[in-house]
């Protein structure tokens, strides 16, 4: 049974930063790519950023939104099957429910989600 359990999600002044964890299970992690997503409210869940797989982390690719690109970065333990989003420079437009995200098997498995609030 494939579970993704995120964690790490709270409250942030603009300009701060916040690092997000996800745990995977039921998957043989180290062959598969993570993604993250977002949902803000009133508006679509976006894709975020992409790792891929590997177990050398300089055979890895990552990729990013554009609205994100410079102030998160994407990482993957593969020793302790997670996913990690650390994000700087958080502004009020960040503000969402964060996920992760795999695809395994041709089945789509989110994590429930994590809430990310950018506020003063």
């Known amino acids: 049974q494939v579970q993704l359990v995120e964690s790490g999600g709270g409250l942030v002044q603009p300009g701060g930063s916040l690092r997000l964890s996800c745990a995977a299970s039921g998957i043989i992690f180290s062959n598969i790519a993570m993604r993250w997503y977002r949902q803000a409210p009133g508006k679509q869940r976006e894709w975020v950023a992409s790792i891929t797989a590997g177990q050398i982390t300089a055979g890895r690719s990552t990729s990013y939104a554009d609205s994100v690109k410079g102030r998160f970065t994407i990482s993957r333990d593969n020793a302790k099957n997670t996913v990690s989003l650390q994000m700087n420079s958080l502004k009020p437009e960040d503000t969402a429910v964060y996920y992760c995200?795999?695809?395994?098997?041709?089945?789509?498995?989110w994590g429930q989600g994590t809430q990310v609030t950018v506020s003063s």
């Open positions: 995200y795999v695809l395994f098997l041709s089945m789509d498995y």
